[in-house]
């Protein structure tokens, strides 16, 4: 896992030429590649998390750390609500 953003000297250009680069050198030696994005936005709550959580593991075949420290703790148990005129959604 990469993290780009926040990082001096670090930028969407250094992050895309390193997916690019590790994509090439997973192809050269006949591994294969997954690449996942996520866009951490209102839209995404709108997923089922825990078959998300599920597929990611089961199709995806993440585990380990990165799955369950990252991307679990991320999506577990997140709420949210919408405000309009100071009243607020359950």
Known sequence: MFQSGFRTY????????KVVNDIRINLGINKPSVL???VL????DT???QILLTR?????GLSGAVFFNWFVSYLSERK???SVD???SK
């Open 47 to 49: 997923v089922d998390h």
């Open 80 to 82: 949210f609500c919408v």
């Open 86 to 88: 100071g009243h607020l």
């Open 56 to 60: 990611l593991r089961d199709f995806i």
């Open 10 to 17: 670090h930028s969407t250009e250094t992050a895309l030429l």
């Open 36 to 38: 996942v994005l996520l």
């Open 41 to 44: 936005s209102a839209a995404f």
